[in-house]
């Protein structure tokens, strides 16, 4: 149990473009939703917390305006990210928790590598 | 605020050593602790976790206890393999916090 998979795997998209990215929960139904963002060889760099039905808690530095979250029900989450820049290639990773975040087991998504040419 | 430092890596063994990772972690609350695995192109993967002190997490052949009188949570196996080759992330979620807290990572290569 506890599946959690993401759409694409992988995608390449032109600059200037936006890129749509799910998330879903597979077999719970998932509070919260956390979307991260993974340089080569480095650690998960939280980009925002989004509750269903809420709006999303970007983290400081995260342009919001520039990746948009949306988490419209339990089981699904997505990440826009609007007009694709080549510094916006990168792996981004979701993870969901059914138990409302505060100390809950996180369940990670497959990761999405995303190349901007 | 929340912190996990992991040992820089790589580490690197032959295969059916024994393998230690370190982590340990400050945090204003009671954490739970995590290890994440991930492989390759891959997301993570929870590999074991542990909520409260003195609980061992187990999992695969790894293990892990929580050590609060040292906010230590190092990961073992006592014997690797070259499937075990990855990068693992030590990881704690504070029952204060809904911000998780990751370490930077250990990347672990086995040889045949």
């Known amino acids: 149990g506890a599946v959690v998979s993401q759409h694409p795997s992988w995608v390449i998209c032109k600059s200037g473009t936006s890129v749509k990215i799910e998330c879903r929960s597979l077999d719970f139904q998932a509070t919260t939703m956390f979307w991260y963002r993974q340089f080569p060889k480095q650690s998960l760099m939280l980009m925002a917390t989004s509750n269903e039905g809420s709006k999303a808690t970007y983290e400081q530095g995260v342009e919001k305006d520039k990746f948009l979250i949306n988490h419209a029900s339990l089981t699904l989450s997505t990440l826009t990210v609007t007009s694709a820049h080549p510094e916006d290639s990168s792996f981004y990773i979701c993870?969901?928790?059914?138990?409302?975040?505060?100390?809950?087991?996180?369940?990670f998504g497959p990761g999405t590598r995303l190349t901007v040419l | 605020g929340n912190s996990v430092t992991q040992m820089e890596g790589p580490v690197t063994l032959s295969e059916e050593a024994f393998l230690t990772i370190n982590c340990t972690y400050t945090?204003?609350?009671?954490?739970?602790l995590f290890w994440y695995v991930q492989y390759p192109g891959e997301g993570l993967q929870l590999l074991l976790k542990?909520?409260?002190?003195?609980d061992k997490g187990s999992n695969k052949g790894f293990e892990a206890t929580y050590r609060k009188e040292t906010t230590s949570f190092h990961l073992e196996k006592g014997s690797v393999q070259v499937s075990d080759s990855a990068v693992y992330f030590c990881?704690?979620?504070?029952?204060?916090?809904?911000?998780?807290?990751f370490g930077r990572g250990t990347s672990l290569i086995v040889h045949p």
């Open positions: 993870s969901a928790s059914s138990g409302g975040g505060a100390g809950d087991t996180q369940y």
């Open positions: 542990a909520t409260k002190a003195d």
């Open positions: 945090a204003t609350g009671y954490p739970s």
């Open positions: 990881a704690l979620s504070d029952r204060g916090s809904y911000i998780p807290t």
